[in-house]
């Protein structure tokens, strides 16, 4: 047998595959932080044309690089957790497409989740009665949601890389 077919053979020990997918996120984790510094180093030395001039004068690039290193790190190195936030997401998307699936077929369905009263951006009237934007809405809520509260759980990041984290995922989000 060659390597290729053992590589695609599925892992007799899921643990084992669940400890290589950790230790590979790490690399992956490892190889970002010198890219993002690389091109943090650069946009500092002349290339701020791009950069925000706060980032640039402050070296905050650099900060809240190292704060999503951290991030990544601690979530690979979390795979109990990683799972549980994943299964989460999933059984979240498992619940939206029964309520799709209900609506169309012309049945009643609750929704799965609803934006924040003070969210405007879906106040339109379209974003509930078109079965497609509804579920598009939901879709992004449930992920925007998912996503937050996984980075809000992460433990072994320092409180300003914590508050880093948080503050650029919901500009993100």
């Not at 020990?13 to 997918?21: K, L, Q, S, V």
């Not at 990683?82 to 497409?97: G, N, T």
């Not at 509804?134 to 937050?148: C, V």
């Amino acid at each position: 047998m060659t390597g290729n077919q053992m590589d695609q053979q599925a892992p007799d020990n899921p643990g084992n595959a669940t400890a290589e997918f950790a230790r590979n996120m790490v690399k992956v984790a490892e190889r970002s932080q010198k890219l993002i510094s690389e091109f943090a180093r650069s946009q500092m030395n002349g290339g701020q044309a791009g950069m925000h001039p706060e980032l640039a004068e402050t070296g905050r690039a650099r900060s809240v690089a190292d704060a999503f290193i951290a991030l990544l790190t601690n979530l690979a190195g979390n795979q109990r957790r990683m799972m549980q936030a994943q299964h989460a997401l999933l059984s979240s998307y498992f619940d939206l497409w029964q309520s799709m699936t209900k609506r169309l077929l012309g049945e009643d369905a609750t929704p799965v989740i609803e934006p924040a009263r003070t969210d405007k951006r879906f106040r339109g009237e379209e974003w509930t009665s078109n079965v497609v934007f509804d579920y598009i809405k939901q879709s992004y809520l449930l992920t925007a949601n998912w996503l937050l509260d996984t980075v809000r759980d992460v433990e072994g990041l320092d409180p300003h890389q914590a508050r880093l984290v948080e503050f650029h995922t919901r500009q993100f989000v």
